[in-house]
């Protein structure tokens, strides 16, 4: 019925292939005389999604999750993943090759300083960790008596016959309409930046940043418009773009060097080595940098200055043409929204359609608004059980059809050029138990408590998060995921550096994007989720003792009102709700067909207490 552009649903390798990798794996280390490798779910610049040249995890192990981390040893073998992954991890992986363990809690390290035997040489590579990972990792080794030792080429890479080659797609301009400031105003707020930390210049080793500081976008990533590139702004002068020339047009090439030199990648070791020379300090991205980085300059008799990336806090806060752009994204997202929430109910109940059929049809609806050029992540379409599985994807094994009295969860997103969306919706299909409902509407009032937050300048998203999960722990639940993240401007869905989560250090500041998104999760039963996305603004109070902001929501989608226990809601959050559906039947109704417009009247309609 429906075309999918951009998502696959095949399983990832497993069985006797997995197996010889591995076994493949152990007999290169054996060759360069180490106990073991450690092998993280990242690229030179720790990216979310990164190419398929760089899945080195899941092609050894088999497990397709965005975070996650493996250790391998002569004997022993381990895979590191979070709360969200437990689950997946131990369908994906051979669990009696692979040891499921925790990456946060305790930590990787642990297991490494307990598996590791005096004289045990553990190998890793530089530019696929962090140095702060890296010192985490040499004191795990220190603590057993062994030794971590950086290779100068990956193991896994030298097993890896048919690695596919690295990205080339074009890169693009991102015109005035959507970047609101120019590439030299960009410059000069990160030049101050660079003068109040007092270093000689800034290696930017994120390409989000570069991609934001230089107006360009590209596609050589999954989902996340990025063109894989450094650059280094010096405190004075041109700066310059380390990226491969094949991507550039001559309009592309233009547009980069009005302000700044374009040089091939590998002329950025050789660059900073000549700058590191002179004895300058050089600031890094403890985030993103590769430990191989600091090593360079230090090696070259530089100072490495490490710290947050100046540019993540400017590219967070988004401009006035930025935040017109989302607000006219989000719009255009709600009717492709409305258009497939309303095929799902007149066509679930049957019980004919699946969890891959909900997935391509809200792909098709996005996309017969013209404008949508990726979706911003993998839909996550989870009925039942598979709902349980925080971030779930559907594939041809587990796609399962949507029957009466499960819940359907649908979290997805879009890339347009003037925005990002994100959004989850969590639907009934046929009658919810009590149950259910119950777990639905606390989600809903943490939810509302976002929403509605009133807080002062300078408050972080930790000091937010309870109030997500209030009305779920007075139930003796919770959630094992953040309630909110970044998001960006026609970049990554998933953007720092402010978080509502019970590790949210940085405080929101007006202009942010972040998601509010508490659920809750019945394990082999149903999942919950209810997310729209947040916009941070001044809020005026008469008699106010100092600045205050609040959430201006830019998510228009109804909320299922069949999951809503009305009388566990206080009459400011029922007023609230009523007051969101009849915004967003204002806002979405003009742009839909007669059939749906009906759908929207109902799935809107006030609720009474």
Not at 85 to 105: G, R
């Amino acid at each position: 019925m429906f075309e999918a552009h951009f998502q696959t649903f095949e399983e990832p390798e497993a069985g006797v292939a997995l197996a010889a990798r591995l076994a493949a794996l152990r007999e290169e280390l054996a060759r360069r005389k180490l106990t073991g490798f450690v092998i993280p779910r990242a690229d030179q610049q720790q990216n979310e999604y990164v190419p398929p040249s760089e899945e080195r995890l899941a092609w050894l192990t088999g497990f397709t999750g965005s975070a996650g981390l493996a250790v391998v040893l002569t004997q022993e073998a381990a895979i590191f993943v979070d709360g969200r992954y437990t689950l997946q991890a131990a369908k994906q992986v051979d669990v009696k090759a692979w040891a499921v363990e925790s990456l946060i809690d305790p930590p990787p390290e642990s297991w490494v300083s307990a598996h590791l035997k005096p004289g045990d040489r553990l190998g890793f590579d530089p530019w696929l960790h962090t140095s702060s990972a890296a010192e985490r990792l040499s004191a795990a080794c220190a603590k057993a008596g062994a030794e971590l030792v950086a290779v100068d080429s990956n193991p896994v890479d030298a097993i890896w016959h048919d690695r596919p080659q690295p990205p080339l797609a074009p890169v693009t301009v991102h015109e005035m309409q959507h970047a609101g400031l120019t590439e030299a105003d960009k410059l000069t707020q990160i030049r101050g930046e660079i003068a109040k930390l007092g270093v000689d210049a800034l290696v930017v080793s994120d390409s989000h940043a570069v991609a934001w500081t230089f107006n360009i976008r590209g596609a050589d990533v999954a989902h996340t418009p990025l063109p894989l590139s450094y650059a280094l702004v010096p405190k004075d002068g041109r700066p310059t773009i380390f990226i491969d020339h094949r991507k550039l047009s001559n309009l592309t090439r233009d547009h980069l060097e009005q302000s700044a030199d374009v040089r091939e990648p590998d002329a950025m070791a050789p660059t900073l080595m000549a700058l590191a020379k002179s004895g300058a300090a050089i600031a890094l991205d403890n985030a993103t940098a590769a430990d191989a980085l600091s090593r360079l300059i230090a090696g070259a008799g530089g100072k490495p200055v490490r710290g947050s990336d100046p540019i993540a806090l400017l590219k967070a806060v988004k401009n006035a043409t930025e935040i017109k752009g989302t607000k006219t994204a989000h719009v255009r997202d709600a009717v492709a929204l409305a258009r497939f929430l309303a095929w799902i109910d007149r066509e679930a109940g049957s019980g004919k359609l699946t969890e891959i059929d909900a997935v391509e049809a809200l792909e098709t609806f996005r996309r017969d608004t013209g404008a949508l050029k990726d979706v911003s992540f993998p839909t996550i379409s989870g009925t039942g059980p598979n709902g349980a599985i925080v971030h779930y994807r559907v594939t041809r094994k587990s796609n399962r059809r949507i029957a009466p009295g499960d819940l359907l969860l649908i979290d997805s997103g879009a890339q347009y050029e003037d925005g990002t969306t994100d959004v989850t919706r969590t639907m009934a299909v046929g009658e919810p138990t009590e149950e259910m409902r119950d777990r639905f509407t606390r989600v809903l009032r943490g939810h509302i408590a976002i929403a509605r937050a009133v807080f002062p300048d300078g408050t972080t998203g930790a000091q937010l998060d309870t109030l997500a999960r209030q009305y779920l722990w007075a139930a003796g639940v919770d959630f094992e995921h953040g309630t909110g993240h970044g998001v960006g401007s026609y970049l990554s869905v998933h953007e720092g550096p402010a978080r509502i989560s019970k590790l949210g250090t940085t405080p929101l500041k007006r202009g942010m994007i972040l998601s509010n998104e508490p659920g809750y999760y019945k394990t082999d039963g149903f999942g919950i989720r209810i997310e729209n996305l947040e916009l941070v603004v001044a809020l005026d109070i008469n008699g106010a003792e100092k600045p205050m902001n609040a959430f201006e929501t830019l998510t228009l989608a109804p909320i299922d009102r069949r999951l809503i226990d009305v009388a566990m809601l206080s009459r400011d959050e029922l007023d609230w709700l009523n007051a969101y559906h009849a915004r967003v039947r204002a806002e979405v109704r003009p742009a839909l067909d007669e059939a749906t417009k009906a759908w929207l009247d109902q799935a809107t309609a006030e609720l009474k207490p």
